[in-house]
């Protein structure tokens, strides 16, 4: 086992333990995170076949990447169980290790269980995900007719109020585009509204600049945009990290409109999976997704 801060290791080249990760457990994503949002100290830990990324501070230990920033934890390599095992031995401590999907904390709990430690996993957050099938015609067959009427009659209306639907995708998003969405996520209410901190606007600029990150502007014919989205595509899914809409045309449904727009784009990309990431509010189920448990893993 190596423990060490050398961001250029080859260990970052495996395969995460969970699968449909998106970028959350990679190099490009923890290191933004590390350098604007996250806690503690990076501290690297692998061996032959398996790679951690943690973070570090007194006695506290955690996965790198704050929880309220990385929605997927995830250690990396086939070699997991006996590099926990061997760290929990020579490293002690509180661990809290947070937002891993099934796989990854039940192969983090086995290397605990090989230390000596009892470690159950704990639910304490759901992603919501939808699988995405062939065509938007069946997606909406999906929904239900109910459902399915809904989200007609509001882009409907929001064509009526704002005009046809123009939704632009910005895969290296300029400053005027990046303004846009930030304009448009602080104009939320509440805590999403004062989301966007200056550290936090800093890791969303870094992020834009590297591959496969994107934001989404949602327009009407003329004017600013009304709707916008921050988000990651990979070969399997997009991933919608953040958002936020004009309020002043909130009668227009601008949220739902964009989101509809977006997994329409999606199905027509072959893609296979549209995941809405931590957060189980309604309208995510009224939309088709379904709950994906996160687990906690605590010892010490």
Not at 37 to 44: A, D, K, T
Request: charged share 25%.
């Amino acid at each position: 086992m190596r423990s060490h801060q050398d961001w250029s290791s080859p260990g970052w080249s495996l395969a995460p333990v969970a699968p449909v990760t998106g970028p959350f457990p990679h190099r490009p994503f923890l290191k933004a995170a590390a350098e604007t949002v996250s806690r503690g100290e990076p501290l690297f830990v692998e061996n032959e076949e398996g790679f951690l990324a943690l973070a570090r501070w007194d006695d506290q230990v955690e996965m790198l990447g704050a929880p309220d920033f990385t929605d997927y934890h995830s250690p990396l390599g086939p070699g997991v169980i006996d590099l926990v095992s061997e760290l929990r031995l020579s490293l002690g401590g509180r661990w809290r290790l947070d937002s891993l999907p099934a796989e990854a904390a039940a192969v983090i709990c086995k290397g605990l269980d090989a230390a000596g430690e009892g470690a159950e996993p704990v639910q304490h957050e759901l992603a919501m995900v939808l699988e995405l099938p062939r065509s938007f015609d069946d997606y909406l067959e999906r929904l239900g007719k109910k459902e399915r009427h809904e989200l007609r009659r509001k882009v409907r209306r929001f064509e009526l109020a704002v005009g046809e639907v123009r939704l632009e995708s910005h895969s290296t998003p300029n400053e005027q585009v990046l303004t846009e969405f930030v304009r448009l996520h602080r104009l939320s209410a509440g805590a999403k509204g004062g989301f966007l901190t200056p550290a936090v606007e800093t890791l969303f600029r870094s992020l834009s600049e590297q591959p496969g990150w994107q934001v989404e502007l949602l327009r009407g014919p003329d004017g600013p945009a009304v709707a916008a989205a921050f988000a990651y595509q990979d070969g399997m899914g997009y991933y919608l990290y953040n958002s936020g809409y004009d309020p002043t045309v909130a009668q227009a449904s601008p949220g739902l409109v964009l989101l509809a727009s977006l997994i329409e784009r999606s199905i027509e990309n072959s893609l296979q999976y549209f995941d809405f990431l931590k957060g189980d509010e309604d309208y995510k189920a009224r939309l088709g997704a379904r709950p994906r448990p996160l687990y906690s893993v605590e010892v010490g």
